[in-house]
Nanobody, 123 residues
Framework: QVHLVESGGGLVQAGGSLRLSCAAS????????MGWFRQAPGKERESVAR????????DYADSVKGRFTISRNNAENTVYLQMNSLKPEDTAVYYC????????????????WGQGTQVTVSS
């Protein structure tokens, strides 16, 4: 069992930065692929960034490439999302997800989800 808790969301002006954290409790965190997803009002949940457990391989949505960076600290059971050059269209609830094994979580295939943290970018 893995319990995920996101933090770091808030209100920021366009062009600003935020750093989201996802703290995981439970065993074998290092054996889970981790990901950040987001859902804006009236839209479907979408993948933002993902990181594997074995080699730290990452994957980003085209809309955030060059602006967002995902990283993980297995010793601290935490995954981060550094978000720079934020845009109003980045406004959404951001969720952390975990999927066991050498694979990435997807919107439809994840073992655990956090409760989400709100990110609001004002223009």
């Amino acid at each position: 069992q893995v319990h995920l808790v996101e933090s770091g969301g808030g209100l920021v002006q366009a062009g600003g930065s935020l750093r989201l954290s996802c703290a995981a409790s439970g065993r074998f965190f290092s054996m889970y692929g981790m990901g950040w997803f987001r859902q804006a009002p009236g839209k479907e949940r979408e993948s933002v960034a993902r990181i594997s457990w074995s080699d730290g391989n990452t994957d980003y949505a085209d809309s955030v490439k060059g602006r967002f960076t995902i990283s993980r600290n297995n010793a601290e059971n935490t995954v981060y999302l550094q978000m720079n050059s934020l845009k109003p269209e980045d406004t959404a609830v951001y969720y952390c997800a975990a999927r066991y094994g050498n694979t990435w979580p997807t919107v439809y295939d994840a073992d655990y989800w956090g409760q989400g943290t709100q990110v609001t970018v004002s223009s």
